[in-house]
């Protein structure tokens, strides 16, 4: 039987077909091995990726086009930057005589020898962590402006107040908020840098510099806290959201020098909640700042800024439900202690969001209410039926009976719970992914569903060797943990589609 919403989509296919998709298809795991492997048989059918770990092709073809019209670029790399001031900081990031600051055109960049490979690493690394590359639509832009492209592509513009569109539909699910305190990034890990700054200089001042990580965070916050806390000891991670005697333990071994904490409402991927009342309670006797990411369920499935210093977001999910927009926001409590000073230390970490992506944001978060319905309501069923089969051992969602009374504690409602669930299966993980016609790569929180094996797109240098894998295992991860982000497909056709590759 062929499903009419799931056809099988190649290798290397945008999800959506947008220029500006966030997301390709990756539909083998033999696919999978090969992109993290950068394998020249897997990476020449890519035409994207997600924008902070794949340079974007009309960034790509912008840098290539300084490169060709300038003597002194020839022979070297040239990546493209958010802004003048991320070019900067990454020219210092990098300290090395063979780095330049590049400026052309309304366009900035850094560029070093083509044959470092060390430097290019980093660089590659820096602009990832803190969302630091070009946009696609910024790039595009400069391309139709130097004649390069006859025009851009068609989107879905916002015809109004597209900044304004942006804070009515997000206030409201910040309780106390005012425009004041919204901030918007050009991606969700800009947002958690610019608030672990801002925190980090603020509680510097007052000899406290440790931070402490309260679960296994997205990949780049867990970057952020190893490599710009001040020394090794400064970096507390606590991967066990429910062990609070070891959470309690750390403040009172350390809470006078606690700078703050970081946790996610859920955790990506396994969707645990930690008791947030109590978590900011010890952070506020102790004199720590708590920064919140809901990004996995969407701050408007959640009300937590009354309990944190900072609220920080993806708005690429959800909010940006077509799967094209690049996005994020950092809020700041009104009534945190230190909201003067966050407010006006948070904007200048902040890069930000190129016109276009603001536009393209506004045109789709009106929708954003009934997507999270529909996705809502789906999700329950999916986790029915995945939970009842033989074939499927573990089961992962926002009501897990491990994580049900924490997450009710800041749900907006009993209902309200995003569109992902994580799962594993009892057959070899190749055999369920290689069959499974749902689409398969990385984001959620479109409105297509989603699915990837997590662990191998976001932790393939432990997936990938035995001592890693215990690794994963001794923290209670298994390597083959599979995402599924539900769209707004019938739900029936996702279950059919799981059902058919779990035969």
Known sequence: MTLSAFQPLPLGQRIPASEHAVSCSLPTMADVHGYEQKDPNTTRHLTSGYPRFVVHPLARELAGHFIAQSPGLRGRHLWLASSEGMAAALAAHLKSDGVAVF??????????????AELASRAKLFLQHLGGFISSREAEDALVRLGLRAHAEPDEGFPGDARGEVDRVLLPSLTGADPRDLFLANSGMNAVYAAFRAISELQAARGRTIWIQVGWLYLDSIALLKKFTGAPGDYLPLLDVFDHTAIEAAFAAHGSRIAGVISELPTNPLIQTPDVPRLSALCRSHGARLILDPSVVSV???????????????LTKYTASNGDVMAGFAAVNPAGPDAHELRRRIPAALEPVY????????????????????????????????????GVLEVFWTQHPKSRANYLRIARSPEADGAMISFTVRSPLDRFYDRLRLPKGPSFGMRTTLICPFM????????????????????????????????TEPTEEIIAALSEALA
């Open 456 to 487: 191998y797109l976001a932790h393939y240098d432990l997936v990938s060797t035995p001592g890693g894998r215990a690794e994963l295992h001794r923290l209670g991860i298994d390597p083959d943990l599979l995402r599924l982000s539900i769209g």
């Open 300 to 314: 408007l499935s959640v009300d937590v800024l009354p309990h944190a210093d900072v609220v920080v977001g993806s």
């Open 103 to 116: 400026s052309a055109d309304g366009v900035h960049g850094v560029s070093h020898r083509a044959d470092d």
């Open 355 to 390: 016109p276009r992506d603001v536009s393209a944001l506004a045109a789709q978060i009106g929708r954003t209410g009934s997507i999270l319905a529909r996705v809502s309501g789906s999700l329950p069923r999916v986790v029915e039926f995945l939970r009842g089969h033989p």
